[in-house]
């Protein structure tokens, strides 16, 4: 049975901190898209600086991507996407819904007269299955023909493999290597939901892997080693991921083998991340679309070959709605319940709230310098308003992890004190440390 009280306390929390809107809100809001504010902007920013630094900037074998969403057409067609990238759906012909035809509210068959309608529970009025496309279309030029249909990039992986030959080229990389690459893809999902778990717009964080034919079994293993460790080194409650290994009916059409990275959310064990081994589908694909020569030329072994692809592919909301729903938990202190985002330092959107104790004796001003002096190594907050108790609670909510205090004692002995998050303990410091003191704490931490 799915936690729903947890998601809607969570989606409630994200609005009122200021993570996740609703698109267009004031508008009725739009289906499935979301718009990260102040925190949630931050938060997906260091996952996404942790995933490049680990996958680029770590690696000597990776290097960076940063291609169009707008692609040739014929993209989308050698990919397989045009053809396949399909989902069976039914139509209501009495309230005019659409649904996915394996939407568990369906009861009986679609097209039989004894299927009801989820929504308006007509009986016989759900259609046959329908094959329906997942790319949104636009067009390109000013003249809405056909011949200008181009779509919005349902994955970012395309745009790697079409230029593996200028990478591998441009950076003098040999075999095996990899293109790392973080963007929007869109998908005209049909059942979103869970809030950003399956949405319309979303950013993937992908990385390609080309290897020599016949040792891409091994790299893929390494990279699931590799791709797990990622996600528990993000502070993630390790009895909270597992693998779940594709059977031949689940596998994609690219892939000849995959492991999809769950974690365990309220509405149950779900992708995070999905690592694939694509063999030569891509290329060779690309190669008999394009006219155009993809192969190798290995000189050590006097070789030419078409490599095959290790995939790995993350979704940087999904990853920011796992940390988010890990983080969150409540406890009760001193009769109060406490919200606490309990997020790894590095992943915390803010490092260290500032307050003065009260708004006089000078303390406003020592604050304001202290404040002034660290945010320019970290993102940090500065909050005077309403008692100190309730400034801690506010940044517990925002997984602050720590917060330094000035009160009575800092204009005449230069200390502060700065309070843990999570064990909520107090330590006194001279203010001179304390921009020293966070740095160790979060390189502690890291
Ligand atoms: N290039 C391979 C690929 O795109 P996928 O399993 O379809 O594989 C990879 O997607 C990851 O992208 C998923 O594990 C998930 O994290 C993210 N993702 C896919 N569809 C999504 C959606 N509608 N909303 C949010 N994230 C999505």
Redesign the pocket.
Known sequence: MADTTLMDKLVSLCKRRGFVFQSSEIYGGLGSVWDYGPLGVELKKNIKDRWWNAMVHARDDIEGLDAAILMHPRVWEASGHVAGFTDPLVDCKQCKNRFRADDPRIKGTPGQPDAQCPVCGTRGSLTEPRLFNLMFKTFMGPVEDSAAIVYLRP?T?QGIYVNYLNVLQSSRQRIPFGIAQIGKAF?N?IT?GNFI????E?E?M?MQFFVQPGTDAEWFERWREWRMAWHQSLGLNPAKLQWHQHAGSELAHYAKAAF?IQYEFPFGWQ????I?NRGDFDLSRHQEYSGKKLEYFDQAANQRYLPYIV?T???A??VALTLLVDAYREETVEGETRVVLGFHPSIAPIKAGVFPLVKKDGMPELATTLYHDLRKQFPVFYDDSGAIGRRYRRMDEAGTPFGVTVDGETGSNQTVTVRDRDSMAQERIAVSRVGEYLSDKMRLAA
């Open positions: 994955e992986a998908r999902e979103p778990f399956r949405t319309r979303f993937q992908e999809d992708e995070i991340e999905g694939h995939e592919s993350a979704g909301d999904r």
